[in-house]
């Protein structure tokens, strides 16, 4: 029976122009870029400008991403926008992204799980296209963490960049077989109780300001290794199939450790893993855009490839969205 599923037409990102190496921070903190090299796999990382907000960077991902799927903005007919670090505390950084692109139709929203923000995002647009709410629909992650770091904190501030990621998702009918090209399962999971390992020390409801990132790296590393590759299993058996049938894992950039565990543990050699980590740092929500679009600009999916996707961030939230290329 024919399905309808979510195919990526094209992929966009956007980097700041400004690089900041891992030896910057030895000027004003105790640390190295050997440390920060040899504990995350993190050599540099992109700041935004002054001034410069996330849906600036959402734009130019999205337009990329537009470009790259031979789309205009009026073909679209629904924008989530995966952040955590929005421009303000309302409108939606969709909304804002939907009148950069001179959209006047459709609907626009955000979506906010921290680093696994894409991963929610993508399944949630999925569920607009499959119930037939939407036939093309613009999925971005983007982020200025640098707006919410405790530059004097050195066991967060070395970790977090800034930058944007976008797919174009649109409805094809498939045969409904694992062979089909699409997204074909996701996995989501929350556990409100660790939401004091991973925070945000301020909000609207409390200081009233933005305030900064708050995390015992330690606690969420464990939980990261333990969930990362327990949630990608799930997602593949839904979709009914294994490790040995995947071609690429692209995992949230935060750790290159917590990479290889990951990968170690689904028995995946480290050819088949997507890395931007040591160039763009945890970009939260961003991230996985960011890399599946470096990688489809460096032309290496070729149709029919299973990718598996799988986050972890504040909340704690995680999860894997399972697709073929
Ligand atoms: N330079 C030098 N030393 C440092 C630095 C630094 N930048 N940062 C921490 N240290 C020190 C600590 O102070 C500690 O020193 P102490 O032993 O004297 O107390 C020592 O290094 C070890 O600290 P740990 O936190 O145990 O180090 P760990 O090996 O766990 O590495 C890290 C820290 C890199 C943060 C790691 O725990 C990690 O990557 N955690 C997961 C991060 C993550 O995945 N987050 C998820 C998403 S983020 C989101 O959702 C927004």
Redesign the pocket.
């Known amino acids: 029976m024919a399905i309808r599923r979510s195919i990526i037409r094209g992929t966009g990102h956007y980097l700041p122009e400004r690089v900041v190496e891992n030896s910057h921070f030895e000027e004003t903190?105790?640390?190295?870029d050997a440390?920060?090299r040899d504990?995350?796999g993190i050599e540099r990382r992109h700041i935004a400008a002054e001034g410069q907000t996330t849906s600036d960077l959402a734009i130019r991902a999205a337009r990329a991403a537009l470009d790259n799927a031979g789309m205009t903005a009026d073909q679209i007919d629904a924008i989530v926008v995966a952040t955590?670090t929005p421009d303000l505390t309302f409108p939606a950084v969709a909304t804002m992204v939907q009148a950069g692109l001179g959209m006047q139709r459709g609907f626009a929203y955000d979506v906010q799980a921290?680093?696994a923000g894409f991963v929610f995002a993508l399944s949630n647009a999925d569920g607009l296209i499959r119930t037939g709410q939407a036939d093309r629909v613009l999925v971005i992650g983007a982020e200025t963490y640098s707006r919410i770091m405790d530059w004097t904190d050195?066991?967060t501030c070395?970790?977090f960049g800034d930058g944007a990621g976008a797919v174009v998702l649109e409805a094809v009918d498939q045969p409904g077989t694992t062979d089909d090209r699409g997204i074909l399962s996701s996995d989501l999971n929350s556990d409100g109780r660790y939401r004091d390992i991973?925070y945000v020390d301020g909000g609207v409801g409390t200081t009233g300001t933005a305030g900064c990132?708050r995390?015992q790296?330690?606690l969420?590393?464990r939980h990261?290794v333990e969930k990362l590759a327990k949630t990608a299993h799930t997602a593949l058996d839904k979709a009914g199939l294994t490790p040995a049938d995947v071609d690429w894992l692209v995992p949230?950039q935060?750790?290159m450790r917590?990479i290889t565990a990951t990968a170690q543990k689904m028995q995946l050699p480290m050819d088949k893993v997507v890395l931007t980590v040591a160039d763009h740092g945890?970009t939260?929500a961003a991230s996985i855009p960011l890399a599946l679009s470096v990688a489809n600009d460096e032309g290496r999916f070729k149709e029919g490839d299973l990718i598996v996707t799988e986050a972890?961030?504040?909340g704690l939230s995680w999860g894997s969205v399972i697709l073929r290329w």
Do not use: D, P, Q, Y
Request: hydrophobic share 45%; net charge positive; glycine share 12%.
């Open positions: 903190l105790e640390t190295s440390w920060i504990r995350t955590t921290v680093c050195r066991g070395v970790l991973l990132l995390m790296g330690n969420v590393f990261a949230h935060a750790n917590i945890n939260s972890i961030g504040g």
